[in-house]
């Protein structure tokens, strides 16, 4: 590990427990995510502290992954950690993609502003349910794009849109007769209507999540990224980095309610010793520091394969899974240590919990990366018999 990558992730683990856990009871963090004026002094500090967007380099470049691993483990011992330093789901994600596949015009529209942590972005992929349309199985798109003289029209509905609400930069995936495509939107855009935003379990992404109606949006041909029916393509250089990503910032969420539990523990004293003394408590803490290791050298070894210009499909389906439900595990003991603080709002474990149960099943539900991993069981099989 690079001596860069641990001084960022050291100057970013300062500024989150020293500037932005104060912030964690201010009345602005909400039900559908912290609110644009938090976000914004939160952001303002960062930029000052200088630890805002740390990911990406003054020369644009972008950290390894193995780098950017402890970087947002460091963002995430806060939950608005990730928010105020701009590694915050989507926009990360969306960084990400845009860095690897946008023009330069592209870029200097859509991206500058993300980078600058001056906008905040949204990924339109998910569709209802009820409408029979893209879930866990892309591939169930509905949503259709159609070319009109220099422009392209869009139709259909979203679900699920994080931060749709108050992002300013939008990648929309349609399907077109060559396949799906995706498209850079600005946002607000009148012909992209916020249904509702959904109450949901969690509660740190800003804007919420969204269910959006796309009514014939009409977006010029150079907005498109990358070719007509491109989309599940591009879409796969954004997915392996962005899951882990997730379990990098949820890691750091563990840890940290991994200590406010230990604290608990060994404060707290029932039938004459602290709780830690009683081994029931004792092996709560101690399998949480096995989950943790073990987390930990799951996402360095996928970001390892990633910083080996692999795709790293395979490996990170492997690593979500595996960070995703130790990750729940953590976080449900740490609630049982603390009895019924734990399930109170005195402390962020009970939201760490609500938080980690939602994380699986985006980025693909747990039974989805197992079913793909199984799939590629019986072709590995099959081909070593051939
Ligand atoms: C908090 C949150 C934020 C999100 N943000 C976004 C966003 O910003 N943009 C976006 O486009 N989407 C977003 N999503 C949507 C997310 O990607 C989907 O919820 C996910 O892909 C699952 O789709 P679905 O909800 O339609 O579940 P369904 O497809 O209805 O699946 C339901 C369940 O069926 C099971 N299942 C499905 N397929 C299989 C299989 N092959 N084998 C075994 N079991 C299976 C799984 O247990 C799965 O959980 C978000 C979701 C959540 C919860």
Not at 31 to 38: Q, R, V
Not at 104 to 111: G, H, I, P
Not at 138 to 156: F, K, L
Request: net charge neutral; glycine share 10%; proline share 4%.
């Amino acid at each position: 590990m690079s001596a860069r990558g641990h001084a960022i992730a050291a100057r970013v683990e300062a500024f989150v427990r020293d500037v932005v856990v104060p912030y964690e009871r201010d009345p602005r963090c909400g039900a559908h995510g912290p609110a644009t004026d938090l976000v914004n002094e939160l952001r303002q500090q960062a930029r000052a502290a200088g630890v805002l967007t740390p990911h990406i380099l003054a020369d644009g470049g972008h950290l390894h992954h193995r780098e950017v691993a402890i970087v947002l483990r460091a963002a995430g011992l806060s939950l608005l950690g990730p928010v105020a330093v701009n590694v915050a789901a989507p926009d990360e994600g969306n960084m990400y993609l845009l860095g690897r596949v946008a023009s330069d015009d592209q870029k200097r529209r859509f991206l500058d502003p993300l980078v600058r942590g001056e906008a905040r972005s949204a990924f339109f992929m998910t569709e209802p349910a009820a409408d029979g349309g893209a879930g866990s199985d892309p591939s169930m798109m509905q949503t259709t794009c159609a070319r009109d003289g220099n422009h392209w029209v869009i139709r259909g509905r979203k679900a699920f849109i994080t931060g749709a609400d108050g992002a300013r930069v939008g990648i929309v995936m349609a399907k077109a007769e060559e396949g799906a495509s995706l498209f850079l939107v600005d946002l607000p855009d009148p012909a992209i209507r916020i249904e509702r935003v959904l109450d949901t379990i969690d509660s740190s992404m800003p804007g919420g999540h969204a269910i959006i109606a796309i009514d014939d949006l009409r977006v010029p041909a150079d907005q498109m990224l990358g070719n007509p029916g491109d989309g599940f393509k591009l879409a796969q250089v954004r997915l392996a980095p962005a899951r882990l990503t997730h379990c990098m910032r949820w890691l750091g969420a563990c840890t940290r309610a991994n200590e406010i539990a230990t604290d608990y523990a060994c404060r707290r004293h029932a039938f004459g010793k602290p709780l830690v003394d009683h081994e029931g408590v004792g092996f709560m803490l101690a399998e949480n520091l096995i989950d943790l290791k073990q987390a930990e050298l799951m996402i360095d070894w996928c970001a390892g394969v990633l910083d080996g210009d692999h795709l790293g499909t395979v490996e990170s389906s492997m690593a979500k899974v595996a960070v995703s439900e130790a990750l729940m595990r953590i976080a449900d003991r740490c609630v049982q240590v603390m009895g019924g603080t734990g399930v109170s709002g005195d402390t962020i474990v009970e939201q760490v919990f609500r938080e980690v149960r939602a994380f699986r099943i985006y980025d693909g539900p747990t039974e989805v990366h197992k079913w793909s991993l199984a799939k590629k069981i019986k072709r590995d099989w099959k081909a070593a018999r051939a």
